[in-house]
């Protein structure tokens, strides 16, 4: 079992292998020049320290192009009352946007002003107030942690002292659902109520139970179970109970993600004799395979929200591993999305269906990048003072 375990999940196991204290490079932006188009924007703040995250903010943004004379939009974020922040946006003489926002704190406010503005300018969701969950080893261990899209406010939420993975939100953002080898050799399964702090059991049946997420609504949750000696694929409600096995193989099936309108469940197995990606009613029935046809090692997908016809996942191309991309409306093959210097895994959806999460990998490091899917433009989110990070699961705003 250990080694069928450890042979389809080689793309998430391998994030633990990076040694503590170890320096991360920062590679800078990844850019792949095409013809998409950006809008010239200037964006001011005050005060200074909201300035250097909001310009942060649309650098990333694959939409937008910073200029410092003749932008298509001004832009301006101020601070004022408490958790409070003014945004205003004019196009020449015109008043595009005025509106303040309260958030949790004058980052948070500052997050969310953005994303109006965004929602203002394009016709593209904002996603700058996502708030995270990812795997970090600062402590030498492997644990839950939280934090806005660009680090800050990092809260260690677990101290298992044990291996944790697959950390993902419920869609409300009060719970998170992840892995666990705290109690056991085997993985269980935990629910935390980031509320009260209080962490329960989900799953815990013989074998290993893992790769837990919730649908759109929250009502059930996909998971792998193997307490019959294969892991298979099982629908529960959002308490953990009601469990229904779904797939019935000799082949291994991970990485469950239900459809936007929750009537199916996409997951990888090896039924082919590779990973490969499929996909079934939640009610069971026959499993279909999606025509990627780029790759012979296709893992960890995530289906998009905003764009039900997008779905990224994690592809083996040469020696390492990089984004594809499929697109169900084109029926066309997959495309590989991202240019990374070193391996790209762990893709993660954001709220706009156009750019997503992913960790960068190689031996000793582990950061969660920034990719816009459509210009190819990759940003370094997360800090080097963090150590190794990885697996990142956004709760979209």
Request: hydrophobic content about 40%; glycine content about 8%.
């Amino acid at each position: 079992m250990h080694r069928i375990f450890s042979r389809l999940f080689f793309p998430l196991l391998v994030v633990f292998s990076a040694v503590p204290g170890v320096s991360q490079t920062d590679l800078g932006d990844v850019t792949v020049v095409t013809g998409v188009k950006t809008v010239p924007v200037r964006v001011s703040a005050s005060p200074e320290e909201l300035d250097r995250l909001a310009n942060f903010a649309f650098e990333v943004h694959g939409r937008y192009q910073r200029v410092s004379s003749d932008p298509v939009f001004d832009i301006r974020f101020t601070a004022v009352a408490g958790n409070r922040v003014q945004a205003d946006v004019s196009r020449g003489s015109t008043r595009v946007l005025s509106r303040a926002v309260t958030g949790s704190s004058l980052r948070n406010a500052l997050l969310q002003a953005a994303d109006l503005v965004v929602e203002a300018t394009s016709d593209l969701n904002g996603f700058f107030a996502s708030q995270l969950a990812f795997i970090g080893n600062r402590t030498g261990q492997t644990e839950v942690y939280t934090g806005d899209l660009f680090f800050g406010g990092v809260r260690q939420i677990t101290s298992d002292r044990a291996l944790a993975m697959s950390p993902r939100w419920s869609p409300d953002g009060s719970r998170i659902i992840y892995t666990s080898f705290h109690r056991s050799n085997a993985a269980d399964l935990y629910q935390i109520d980031l509320r009260s702090m209080q962490r329960t059991p989900f799953v815990r049946f013989k074998g290993t139970n893992q790769a837990a997420r919730f649908n759109r609504d929250g009502s059930q949750v996909a998971m792998v179970l193997s307490g019959h000696g294969n892991p298979e694929l099982y629908i529960a409600n959002a308490q953990g109970r009601g469990v229904r096995r779904l797939t019935r193989t000799s082949s291994v099936e991970s990485s469950p993600v239900f459809s936007p309108d929750g009537r199916q469940v996409l997951f990888t197995s090896d039924v082919a004799g590779g990973p490969q990606l499929y996909v079934m009613s939640i009610t069971g029935g026959r499993m279909s395979r999606l025509p990627t046809n780029i790759s012979r090692y296709c893992a960890e997908p995530d289906w998009s929200v905003a764009d039900p016809n997008k779905i990224a996942f994690s592809m083996r191309i040469g020696r390492g591993f990089q984004i594809g991309l499929y697109d169900r409306s084109t029926r066309e093959a997959a495309k590989q999305v991202s240019r990374a210097p070193r391996d790209a895994v762990e893709p993660a959806w954001l709220a706009d269906g156009r750019h997503l999460l992913y960790t960068a990998r190689s031996a000793n490091q582990r950061s969660i990048w920034i990719l816009d899917t459509e210009s190819g433009k990759a940003t370094q989110l997360s800090p080097r003072s963090l150590g190794a990070v990885s697996q990142a699961s956004p709760v979209l705003p």
